[in-house]
């Protein structure tokens, strides 16, 4: 299982709660870009290919898959804290 930090996301407008988001993205070692569709990385969590999680300061939290209304989302794990960690990052480049 591969394991990527998530460094921005594309949500817009990033306000309205119904909508999800709609790619992941971060850096890969070699410091090349890399961004996923919403649906492939999920299919990637629950074929257990990848781990995503998200930094903030100095903690981490894992980034879950959850669902609402039949429609599977990514957000972080309870860590106590606001905002989700997720939607605090900036939009990743087009």
Not at 64 to 82: F, V, W
């Amino acid at each position: 299982m591969d394991l990527h930090q998530i460094l921005c996301i594309n949500k817009l407008p990033r306000n309205d709660p119904h909508l999800r988001i709609q790619n992941i993205g971060g850096v890969n070692g070699d410091g090349s870009p890399w961004k996923l569709a919403l649906n492939r990385a999920i299919q990637g969590i629950e074929e257990g290919k990848w781990r995503f999680y998200v930094s903030a300061g100095w903690r981490s939290v894992w980034v879950e898959i959850a669902e609402h209304e039949g429609r599977k989302y990514l957000k972080t794990a309870a860590d106590g804290y606001s905002p989700d960690n997720l939607l605090s990052l900036p939009e990743c480049p087009a």
